[in-house]
C-alpha cells in the first residue's frame, strides 16, 4: 500500500525546521536595503521628532491671549524650519513655519489662513486656538529608546525612511541565500535560442526557469542559473554535486515524480538524502526536500519542485518561499488570508488541499479561472491569489473562502 501524502501543514513545519539562519551577515547602505532582512533590532537614539515643531505654516501663539478670536498682536520674531527662536515675549506672535521649533511659552499654532497682516505689521488672529493645537511633540513619533524595527523585519520602503529618521545609514543584514536553480526535461528549450516555427516537435519553452528566477530574487535570493539538465541519472548526479559546492540550496524542477525519466529523486538519494516527498496538495504533490552532501563537510538544502509550471509556481509560494525567507531570520514567513465570498461553483473538492486560482470581480467576490490545470500558467498571470481550499470541500456562490493574494506571496 502506498504511504499516505503528508499534510502541507506537517511539511512545512518539517521544511521550517531544517531553515536554520544562514552564518554571516552583510553592511548593507540603508539606500540598498529595501528587501534584506533586519539582525539587529533598530532601537532609537532619539526623539522623532527631536523637539515640539509646527505643524503649518502659521503663527505660534499664547492661546490665553487670543480668547476672543480677534486678538492684534505684534510679531516679535521669525522662525524658519532649521532654525530655532527665542522665547515667545509675552503680547507677541511668532511668524513659524512648518517643521519650525515651537518657541518657549507658546502653547499653539493658528495657520496662516486664520490670520490677517495688517498694514501697520501687526497680526489679526482671527480664531480662538486651543492649547496645543497644530503642534506636533518631542517624541510623537519615536521615543528615545523605543525599538522601531525589530530584529527579523524584512525591511520595505517605509522602514528603510524609519531606520534613516533614528540616523542610521547602514544596517547589519541577513546574507543572501545563494540557490542553484536548474531544470530538468529533455523536451525543454529555451527561448531564444530556437525560433517558434522551428520548435522540433514534442518540444516546449522552459517557462519555469523565468519565473523561479524572479521569484528567488524577489525574496532576496541570488541565483546562479545552471540550465537545463538532461533527463539521465548521470548528468543529474554532476549537477546537483556541483551545484552543492557553493550553495546554500538547489532548487529543481520538473524529474522529481515517480516515472522513469524521473531522475532527480534517486541521484537526491545517491548523494545526500530525501527528507520529504510528495505532499498532498493540489497543485504539486511531487514536491521533494532533502540535503545534498559537499565534498568534505557540510551540506546544501536540496528542494525539487514539479515540473508542471502551475506545480511549480504554487509550491514555490507555499513552501520555498518560506524556507529561503527563514534562512534570512525572518520570523514571520507565513502569507496572511482573507475570508472572500466567492461567486462561483466548485461543485466537488479535492481529496488534496486544493489552491484555486482567482481573482476578484469587481463586486467584492471572487471568480475562478476556468481552467485549473497544472499546466495552465495563464491562471497565474490571470489571477490575483489563490482560494485555499480543505480536502473535499465543495464551494458555493456565496460561500466565504479563504483567500491568499499574490501580493502577500509575492512580497
Ligand atoms: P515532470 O515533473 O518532469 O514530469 O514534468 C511535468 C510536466 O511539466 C511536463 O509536461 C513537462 O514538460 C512540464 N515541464 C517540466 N519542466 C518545465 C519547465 N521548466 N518549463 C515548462 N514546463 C515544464
Ligand atoms: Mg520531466
Given at each position: 500500500m502506498r504511504a499516505p501524502l503528508k499534510p502541507l501543514d506537517d511539511a512545512l513545519a518539517e521544511l521550517l525546521a531544517q531553515a536554520l539562519p544562514l552564518?554571516?551577515?552583510?553592511?548593507?547602505?540603508?539606500?540598498?536595503a529595501d528587501g534584506r532582512v533586519l539582525l539587529d533590532d533598530a532601537v532609537s537614539p532619539l526623539q522623532v521628532p527631536p523637539q515640539d515643531n509646527s505643524a503649518m505654516d502659521g503663527y505660534a501663539v499664547r492661546s490665553a491671549e487670543c480668547l476672543d478670536g480677534d486678538a492684534v498682536l505684534p510679531?516679535?520674531?521669525?522662525?524658519?524650519?532649521?532654525?530655532?527662536?527665542?522665547?515667545?515675549?509675552?503680547?507677541?506672535?511668532?511668524?513659524?513655519?512648518?517643521?519650525?521649533?515651537?518657541?518657549?511659552?507658546?502653547?499653539?499654532?493658528?495657520?496662516?489662513?486664520?490670520?490677517?497682516?495688517?498694514?501697520?505689521?501687526?497680526?489679526?488672529?482671527?480664531?480662538?486656538?486651543e492649547a496645543g493645537q497644530w503642534i506636533r511633540r518631542s517624541g510623537e513619533d519615536i521615543r528615545r529608546g523605543a525599538t522601531v524595527i525589530a530584529a527579523g523585519t524584512r525591511l520595505s520602503p517605509a522602514e528603510l525612511g524609519l531606520a534613516a529618521s533614528i540616523g542610521l545609514a547602514s544596517l547589519r543584514v541577513a546574507r543572501r541565500p545563494r540557490v542553484a536553480l536548474f531544470s530538468t526535461g529533455d523536451e525543454l528549450v529555451m527561448p531564444g535560442t530556437v525560433?517558434?516555427?522551428?520548435?522540433?516537435?514534442?518540444?516546449i519553452y522552459n517557462s519555469n526557469r523565468f519565473f523561479l528566477r524572479a521569484l528567488l530574487q524577489r525574496m532576496g535570493c541570488e541565483v546562479t542559473d545552471l540550465g537545463i539538465v538532461p533527463d539521465r541519472r548521470e548528468a543529474t548526479e554532476d549537477a546537483l554535486r556541483q551545484a552543492a559546492l557553493a550553495h546554500d540550496l538547489i532548487l529543481t524542477s520538473g524529474g522529481v515524480s515517480v516515472g522513469e525519466e524521473d531522475h532527480v529523486k534517486p541521484a537526491v538519494q545517491a548523494l545526500g538524502q530525501l527528507d520529504l516527498w510528495q505532499i498532498s496538495v493540489?497543485?504539486?504533490?511531487?514536491?521533494?526536500?532533502?540535503?545534498?552532501?559537499?565534498?568534505?563537510e557540510g551540506f546544501a538544502h536540496f528542494i525539487g519542485l514539479p515540473g508542471n509550471p502551475v506545480s511549480s509556481f504554487v509550491t514555490f509560494l507555499l513552501l520555498v518561499r518560506p524556507f529561503v525567507l527563514r534562512l534570512q531570520g525572518v520570523q514571520q514567513v507565513l502569507p496572511r488570508y482573507v475570508e472572500v465570498r466567492a461567486d462561483f461553483h466548485w461543485p466537488r473538492g479535492d481529496k488534496r488541499r486544493e489552491f484555486l486560482r482567482v481573482r476578484y470581480n469587481g463586486q467584492g467576490g471572487l471568480e475562478l479561472f476556468r481552467n485549473q490545470s497544472s499546466g495552465v500558467l495563464t491562471s497565474a498571470a490571470w489571477g490575483d491569489g489563490v482560494v485555499d481550499n480543505p480536502p473535499g470541500q465543495a464551494i458555493a456562490p456565496g460561500d466565504k473562502v479563504r483567500f491568499i493574494a499574490f501580493s502577500e506571496l509575492l512580497s
Open positions: 552564518a554571516g551577515h552583510d553592511i548593507a547602505d540603508s539606500f540598498d510679531v516679535s520674531q521669525r522662525i524658519p524650519a532649521g532654525s530655532t527662536g527665542q522665547p515667545l515675549a509675552e503680547g507677541t506672535v511668532a511668524r513659524i513655519f512648518t517643521g519650525a521649533p515651537v518657541p518657549a511659552g507658546a502653547d499653539a499654532v493658528v495657520m496662516q489662513e486664520d490670520c490677517e497682516v495688517l498694514d501697520d505689521g501687526r497680526v489679526r488672529v482671527k480664531a480662538r486656538p525560433a517558434p516555427e522551428h520548435m522540433p516537435p514534442g518540444s493540489k497543485p504539486g504533490k511531487p514536491f521533494a526536500y532533502g540535503r545534498v552532501a559537499r565534498p568534505g
